[in-house]
Structure formats: structure tokens, C-alpha cells
């Protein structure tokens, strides 16, 4: 399979062919992505909740960030990695922002960033890009700043607030974000949105009209243990199947059914024999 690149977003915007991204945190996680065909990996910063069991995004650190992005990068080598930056590794200052993106490509070997933030994050935003390095934007229910939003709470519900989120979504358009992840809009506002813009959104709880879809890993594969939200669409059920087998491992093994003759290894020599019986 060949590597998924900006150019390929583009095309896909263009020809109106939808395209995928999914989270990923580790080797495995990235493998699966890999393997099933996804065109995008998100190293999300909701591996604090979903691999740290944090309750917020906000306690993630570039380290932590990169270290999960290298075991990506060793996963998945189709698609396009984009490397999340993680609260306060891009709001202090530009020239900071540019150095932490830069360590997700040169380090974590990624191929972008996408950076919270609409008017007041568009100048770093251009910062970023100008030093070569492609930058999703995120607009909308954006979690790191959750707390100055009031919660996670769907955002655009009133005609003053969709047009803040317009002009976010233009300034990041601007700032030569080359895709701009929409989270959490009633699915009109987000088209609204999508008919203004020329680059290409990713919609997560946006409705089906962005030129992407991204979901978080754990939240559609039924991995977690917390509700997942209204837009998300469980595809499975794999933690059920996992504590359904962990369970049946630890009977089996009270029960001694486990291990069982094919699992045992057998001992090769008439003289080792003659030792061990
Ligand atoms: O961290 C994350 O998983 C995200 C997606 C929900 C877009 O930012
Ligand atoms: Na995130």
C-alpha cells in the first residue's frame, strides 16, 4: 500500500471520495489501522484517558506524546501520521510550538500536527506550517480547553457561536492548515461551515457532510470502560470478548484445565529422560 500523503487528502476532497482517519496509540493499536486500510492516524491526546486512565486531556506532555507516536510510527507506515500537541506545548509561545512540532516529526516520526484552536491559535498555526511542517486545526468542542467551555458540551448551538466557529475555521484555513478536524456541531452548522471553506474538515460528531471521518480507537472498538458519546458508532465489542477471555483463563486455570497437553513442550532425549523421568 502505498503511503497516504497531503496530495491524497487533497484528491480525495477534490473528488469527493471520503477518506478515514482513526486514533492510534501504540504498535498494535497502529497495526490494526494499518492493516484494515485507514488513510489517517491520529496519536491522540486521548491516550490520557483512554491508555493513562486520566481523567482530562490536559496532563499530557510532549515526552509522553512522543513516545506513544514512535510506537506508531513503528506500526503503521501506509497512512499519514498526524502527531497531537498536546495542552501547553503550543500556546506559550510560537517559536515553542515550532520546536515541539518539529520533535514529532524529526522524534516521533510523524508527517503533521493538528493543534487546537481557531482566530487566537491561527498565528501559530502559520508558524508551524511555515517551518514545513503540515498542521490539522481542531475547531468546536475542542477537550483541552474544555474546562473555559464549560464541559464537553456540543458546540454552535446559537447563530452568534456558529459564526465563531466560522471565523476559527477560516483563520485556520488561513494560517495554511491543510484539514481542520470539526468536533461536536449539529451536523447543519457543520456543513454550513464545510460550504465556506476550501480545504478539506474532519468530522468527529459533525454530521456526514466534512470530507473525513475520525473516530477515537477505543470508543468505536468498544474498548473502554466509560460511555461513549452520541456520534460515536461502537463497531465492536472488544472488551467484553477480552474480559470474557481473561475470565475464562483464570478459570481454567483454578479448574486445571489449563495448560493442556498441546501446550506443554516435550522432552527430547532418551538421556534427559533418564534424568527427569
Ligand atoms: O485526541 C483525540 O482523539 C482527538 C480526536 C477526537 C479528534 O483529538
Ligand atoms: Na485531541
Known amino acids: ?20 482517519m ?19 492516524i491520529l496519536v491522540g491526546d486521548s491516550l490520557a484517558q483512554t491508555m493513562l486512565g486520566h481523567g482530562s486531556t490536559n496532563g499530557v506532555t510532549m515526552d509522553m506524546m512522543v513516545h506513544h507516536a514512535k510506537a506508531v510510527a513503528a506500526g503503521a ?6 502527531g497531537d500537541m498536546p495542552f501547553g506545548s503550543y500556546e506559550v509561545a510560537p517559536q515553542e510550538a515550532i520546536a515541539n512540532a518539529i520533535r514529532y516529526l524529526a522524534e516521533g516520526g510523524m508527517d503533521g500536527v493538528k493543534m487546537e484552536g481557531g482566530v487566537k491559535m491561527a498565528a501559530t498555526a502559520k ?3 511555515d517551518a514545513g511542517v503540515p498542521v490539522v486545526g481542531h475547531i468546536g468542542l475542542t477537550p483541552q480547553t474544555s474546562s473555559s467551555l464549560g464541559g464537553y458540551r456540543v458546540q454552535g448551538r446559537t447563530a452568534e457561536s456558529a459564526k465563531a466557529l466560522l471565523a476559527d475555521a477560516l483563520a485556520m484555513q488561513d494560517a495554511g492548515c491543510f484539514a481542520i478536524v470539526l468536533e ?24 456526514p457532510h466534512t470530507a473525513g471521518q475520525v473516530l477515537v480507537y477505543h470508543d468505536m472498538l468498544g474498548l473502554f470502560d466509560a460511555p461513549v458519546p452520541k456520534f460515536c458508532k461502537q463497531y465492536a465489542q472488544l472488551r467484553h470478548d477480552a474480559v470474557a477471555a481473561v475470565r475464562q483463563f483464570k478459570n481454567e486455570v483454578a479448574a486445571r484445565a489449563y495448560p493442556g497437553p498441546e501446550h506443554c513442550y516435550k522432552v527430547q532425549t532418551a538421556e534427559l529422560r533418564a534424568l527427569v523421568g
Do not use: H, N, W
Open 22 to 40: 482513526l486514533t492510534a496509540y501504540d504498535y498494535s493499536s497502529a497495526k490494526v489501522c494499518e492493516d484494515a486500510g485507514v488513510d489517517m
Open 77 to 82: 507506515k501506509s497512512p499519514f501520521l498526524v
Open 184 to 207: 461536536a456541531l449539529p451536523q447543519r452548522v457543520a456543513s454550513y461551515i464545510v460550504s465556506k471553506l476550501s480545504v478539506p474538515t474532519i468530522g468527529i460528531g459533525a454530521g
Open 127 to 129: 508558524a508551524i506550517v
Open 1 to 20: 500500500r502505498a503511503k497516504f500523503t497531503i496530495l491524497d487528502v487533497r484528491a480525495r476532497f477534490e473528488a469527493g471520495e471520503p477518506f478515514t
